[in-house]
Each structure stands twice: as structure tokens, then as C-alpha cells.
């Protein structure tokens, strides 16, 4: 028999962070990650994945193949097959994971049924080259020659497996012996964020002790990059890479896309203390909503984002008279930065200027399924050094964006709550309410 678990306000168990990892455009783990960040580096730039010639958007957030190659040398890797059924996503997530666990001691947990997965992901878009190869073996008014298709050494098998969600949690799963519940969320930009918070409500809920959870995202290549160009959502001018996306700068015109993974490893307060694990910092509430208006753009009063902003903080049992942080969804699209802002302001009132606010996607770009995931990671580490990092390219202040925005520097700042916001496409809502952890 399990012992007694220590218990919030509510009665529920204390869902903790004792590990984190992360890789993207800007780091190949979460110290560079973060260090870089402190400095306002960016890690936009020029794409080098495919060819982007006659694209009026070129940029993004690569994550460089050479930060991959650890991948193999790790012994589970060449155990899960990850080489041949694991598309790009997963791989960058089994790099964040494995700093994570590392950091956790996830392997010293001896009841592995308790660990479960909860991860933000989006699967594998289609190659060009994959769309031409099953192009030859169709004909009009002949139909599809199966056959040919099969002894060509054909497409369907492993790319079809590489396009499912749900993949990159089982394999996760299996590479670090995760045995407990599996869960693959397909939430847009909310789906870093939703992960983590299910994860935090299944240890809640006394499902597991253990919860490996976040977002992984590699749809940097033409299929995944030119839907977002038709669309006009991506930005179209700029200076130099690195100063295109300015979130809640008058002068923003769009998103750059990027790519990467973060992961978290959530736990039960008592089991973490059991067995003497680092406690970095605690999830105290989550909540989420459907704007329920338009499937391309957010509802203009931010109402989705006001919903899941205050049942965060609800769950948390935490006043808006404490948070002193706010890490923006801030995509530098117009739309959404004055809709949050709006949001903000609905929520907070009068005391909304007050908050210091700033958008890791000002040096990240947008990690989409990622972004919710290695957002909360910088929250995390930002509350536990007394730091909030800045907003960078922040020049042209917006007259419809009027809050504190951390322009351009870091800000000490000594805080015990904050708000991680994640806003998906088609009007998906998250929101994490993080904290740093104090015995009791």
C-alpha cells in the first residue's frame, strides 16, 4: 500500500517538475537554451532544409542536423527502431526527454506502470518527393497500379506510420519505458501546453506518480511551411531574420515558423521527495477552451483566451492579485498580439499594465506543438533565478498593445506565480499556472 500523499488546498495531489529538456532553433538544451534568451539572442534565420526560391516568406527556426547526432550513440535509440519509424519530431523530442529523465533520475523509478506520456504533436507531413513517387503509379481512368507500387519498394508502410500523431508518444513510450497512460494531443499551438496539463491531471487523479510530458514539432519543410505562405500568415518583411518576429510591434507582419521539442517530467510532490529528487518548480493549475468561432482566426475579444486564463488560475487557487509574470502566446501576428492583449486586460483590469509580459517567440519563432512545452520550461527557470526574459525586436510600440512587454533586456524580477499562455489556430486555448515550489 501506497503511502498517504501530501495534498494542495483542494485536496489534490501536488503535481511537481523535477526535470526538463529541450531542443530548438535557439539551444540543444534547456541552460543554452535559456543563457541564450537572458542575452536576446535569436535563432531565426535564412532556411536551409529545402528550397524556399520564389517563397515571399525564407525564413525560419532550424534546429541544426548535427544536434541530432547524439541520437546515435543512445542505446534505446537503436533498441526503438526510431531510426526507421520515427519521423524528425520524434527524434528532437527523444533528445529533450533524455535531458529530462537525466535530470529526473527516471530511471532509478522502479514501478514503471506509474509513468505515463502526454505529448503535443502533429505527426510527419507528406515529401514533395512522396507525393511524385505515388503520382506515377495512378492513372486517369485506370486507377492505382497496387502492384508496381509494392515492387518499387513503395512509399506507404513507414511514411504512413511517420504521418500519425499518436507515434511519437508510443515511441516515447518505449524508449524510456513509460508503461502507464499514453496520450498524443493534436491541438495546434495549444498542444505543448494541453499535454502538460492532462499530464498534471492524471498524477492529480492518482493514475500515475509520473507523468513525461510536452510538444515536439518538425514541420519546417515545403509541405508544412507553404499551407501558412497561401494563407498570409507568415512574415513577409523584414530586415534580417533575426528581426522578423517582433511580437506587439507595430511593425509585425507575421510569424516565423520554427521547429523543436521540450519535456517536462511532472511528478507527485511525496514521491519526488521519497526517493530525493530535484524539485525545479511545481504546476498548481490548467485549463483550456474552445473559442468556438472562426477555424482561421481567434475571437476578437480574446474570449476563448479570458476563459482559460481564469481557470487556470481558479485550478491553481491563485488570486490575479499574484501573478507577477505572464509569458505570452505572442506570435507577432496582429491579430493574436491584440487579441491577447485585450484578454489580458479583461482578466487583470487596471492592475493588467503592471505585469511584466514578454513572448519567447521573439527569439524562438513559433515551435507550434513545441511551443507550449519549452515555453513553461523558460517560465520554469525563470522563476527559480528571479528572471523574466525579454521580448526582443521590440522598437515600435503598438497603440492598441499598451502593457509592459519587457522590451529587448532581461529584468530581474522576484515573483512566485506566472501565467504560461498558449493559443492554438482555430481558436484552441491553454493555459498553465506554474509556480515556484515551496515545501509546506
Same mark, same amino acid.
Given at each position: 500500500?501506497?503511502?498517504?500523499?501530501?495534498?494542495?488546498?483542494?485536496?489534490?495531489?501536488? %503535481?511537481?517538475?523535477?526535470?526538463?529538456?529541450?531542443?530548438?532553433?535557439?539551444?540543444?538544451?534547456?541552460?543554452?537554451?535559456?543563457?541564450?534568451?537572458?542575452?536576446?539572442?535569436?535563432?531565426? +534565420?535564412?532556411?536551409?532544409?529545402? +528550397?524556399?526560391?520564389?517563397?515571399?516568406?525564407?525564413?525560419?527556426?532550424?534546429?541544426?542536423?548535427?544536434?541530432?547526432?547524439?541520437?546515435?550513440?543512445?542505446?534505446?535509440?537503436?533498441?526503438?527502431?526510431?531510426?526507421?519509424?520515427?519521423?524528425?519530431?520524434?527524434?528532437?523530442?527523444?533528445?529533450?526527454?533524455?535531458?529530462?529523465?537525466?535530470?529526473?533520475?527516471?530511471?532509478?523509478?522502479?514501478?514503471?506502470?506509474?509513468?505515463?506520456?502526454?505529448?503535443?504533436?502533429?505527426?510527419?507531413?507528406?515529401?514533395?518527393? +512522396?507525393?511524385?513517387?505515388?503520382?506515377?503509379?495512378?492513372?486517369?481512368?485506370?486507377?492505382?497500379?497496387?502492384?508496381?507500387?509494392?515492387?518499387?519498394?513503395?512509399?506507404?508502410?513507414?511514411?504512413?506510420?511517420?504521418?500519425?500523431?499518436?507515434?511519437?508518444?508510443?515511441?516515447?513510450?518505449?524508449?524510456?519505458?513509460?508503461?502507464?497512460?499514453?496520450?498524443?494531443?493534436?491541438?495546434?499551438?495549444?498542444?505543448?501546453?494541453?499535454?502538460?496539463?492532462?499530464?498534471?491531471?492524471?498524477?492529480?487523479?492518482?493514475?500515475?506518480?509520473?507523468?513525461?510530458?510536452?510538444?515536439?514539432? /518538425?514541420?519546417?519543410?515545403?509541405?508544412?511551411?507553404?499551407?501558412? %505562405?497561401?494563407?498570409?500568415?507568415?512574415?513577409?518583411?523584414?530586415?534580417?531574420?533575426?528581426?522578423?518576429?517582433?511580437?506587439?510591434?507595430?511593425?509585425?507582419?507575421?510569424? %516565423?515558423?520554427?521547429?523543436? /521539442?521540450?519535456?517536462?517530467?511532472?511528478?507527485?510532490?511525496?514521491?519526488?521527495?521519497?526517493?530525493?529528487?530535484?524539485?525545479?518548480?511545481?504546476?498548481?493549475?490548467?485549463?483550456?477552451?474552445?473559442?468556438?468561432?472562426?477555424?482561421?482566426?481567434?475571437?476578437?475579444?480574446?474570449?476563448?483566451?479570458?476563459?482559460?486564463?481564469?481557470?487556470?488560475?481558479?485550478?491553481?487557487?491563485?488570486?490575479?492579485?499574484?501573478?507577477?509574470?505572464?509569458?505570452?502566446?505572442?506570435?507577432?501576428?496582429?491579430?493574436?498580439?491584440?487579441?491577447?492583449? $485585450?484578454?489580458?486586460?479583461?482578466?487583470?483590469?487596471?492592475?493588467?499594465? /503592471?505585469?511584466?509580459?514578454?513572448?519567447?517567440?521573439?527569439?524562438?519563432?513559433?515551435?507550434?506543438?513545441?511551443?507550449?512545452?519549452?515555453?513553461?520550461?523558460?517560465?520554469?527557470?525563470?522563476?527559480? $533565478?528571479?528572471?523574466?526574459?525579454?521580448?526582443?525586436?521590440?522598437?515600435?510600440?503598438?497603440?492598441?498593445?499598451?502593457?509592459?512587454?519587457?522590451?529587448?533586456?532581461?529584468?530581474?524580477?522576484?515573483?512566485?506565480? /506566472?501565467?504560461?499562455?498558449?493559443?492554438?489556430?482555430?481558436?484552441?486555448?491553454?493555459?498553465?499556472?506554474?509556480?515556484?515550489?515551496?515545501?509546506?
Amino acid at each position: 500500500m501506497r503511502k498517504a500523499m501530501k495534498r494542495d488546498t483542494r485536496g489534490r495531489r501536488r %503535481v511537481v517538475i523535477t526535470g526538463y529538456g529541450t531542443l530548438n532553433p535557439l539551444g540543444r538544451n534547456a541552460e543554452e537554451t535559456f543563457g541564450r534568451a537572458v542575452r536576446g539572442e535569436s535563432g531565426i +534565420d535564412y532556411i536551409k532544409g529545402f +528550397d524556399t526560391t520564389g517563397l515571399p516568406c525564407r525564413i525560419g527556426g532550424e534546429v541544426p542536423d548535427d544536434w541530432l547526432e547524439p541520437l546515435q550513440r543512445y542505446v534505446p535509440y537503436r533498441e526503438s527502431r526510431i531510426d526507421k519509424y520515427g519521423f524528425r519530431a520524434t527524434r528532437l523530442m527523444a533528445l529533450a526527454t533524455r535531458e529530462a529523465a537525466g535530470m529526473a533520475r527516471l530511471h532509478e523509478v522502479g514501478t514503471r506502470s506509474r509513468i505515463g506520456v502526454s505529448l503535443g504533436s502533429h505527426g510527419e507531413n507528406p515529401r514533395v518527393e +512522396d507525393m511524385v513517387f505515388l503520382h506515377r503509379h495512378y492513372r486517369e481512368g485506370e486507377g492505382w497500379d497496387l502492384a508496381a507500387l509494392e515492387s518499387a519498394g513503395g512509399y506507404p508502410g513507414l511514411s504512413f506510420l511517420r504521418r500519425k500523431p499518436d507515434v511519437a508518444a508510443a515511441m516515447l513510450a518505449k524508449l524510456f519505458d513509460c508503461r502507464g497512460p499514453n496520450l498524443s494531443i493534436v491541438s495546434a499551438c495549444a498542444a505543448g501546453s494541453q499535454a502538460i496539463g492532462e499530464g498534471m491531471k492524471l498524477i492529480q487523479d492518482d493514475k500515475c506518480d509520473l507523468m513525461v510530458a510536452g510538444g515536439c514539432e /518538425a514541420t519546417l519543410n515545403f509541405m508544412g511551411f507553404i499551407g501558412f %505562405v497561401l494563407i498570409q500568415a507568415l512574415a513577409q518583411k523584414y530586415r534580417s531574420p533575426q528581426t522578423a518576429s517582433r511580437p506587439f510591434d507595430r511593425k509585425r507582419n507575421g510569424f %516565423v515558423m520554427s521547429e523543436g /521539442a521540450g519535456a517536462v517530467i511532472l511528478e507527485e510532490l511525496e514521491h519526488a521527495r521519497r526517493r530525493g529528487a530535484t524539485i525545479l518548480g511545481e504546476v498548481k493549475g490548467y485549463a483550456d477552451s474552445a473559442d468556438a468561432y472562426r477555424i482561421t482566426d481567434t475571437h476578437p475579444k480574446g474570449e476563448g483566451a479570458i476563459i482559460a486564463m481564469q481557470g487556470a488560475m481558479d485550478d491553481a487557487g491563485v488570486d490575479p492579485g499574484e501573478i507577477g509574470y505572464i509569458n505570452a502566446h505572442g506570435t507577432s501576428t496582429t491579430q493574436n498580439d491584440q487579441t491577447e492583449t $485585450r484578454a489580458i486586460q479583461a482578466v487583470f483590469g487596471e492592475r493588467a499594465g /503592471a505585469i511584466p509580459i514578454s513572448s519567447n517567440k521573439s527569439m524562438l519563432g513559433h515551435t507550434i506543438a513545441a511551443a507550449g512545452a519549452i515555453e513553461c520550461i523558460l517560465t520554469v527557470m525563470g522563476l527559480d $533565478r528571479s528572471l523574466i526574459l525579454p521580448t526582443i525586436n521590440y522598437e515600435f510600440p503598438d497603440k492598441k498593445c499598451r502593457l509592459d512587454y519587457v522590451p529587448n533586456e532581461a529584468r530581474p524580477h522576484s515573483y512566485r506565480y /506566472a501565467l504560461s499562455n498558449s493559443f492554438g489556430f482555430g481558436g484552441q486555448n491553454a493555459c498553465l499556472c506554474l509556480a515556484a515550489y515551496q515545501p509546506g
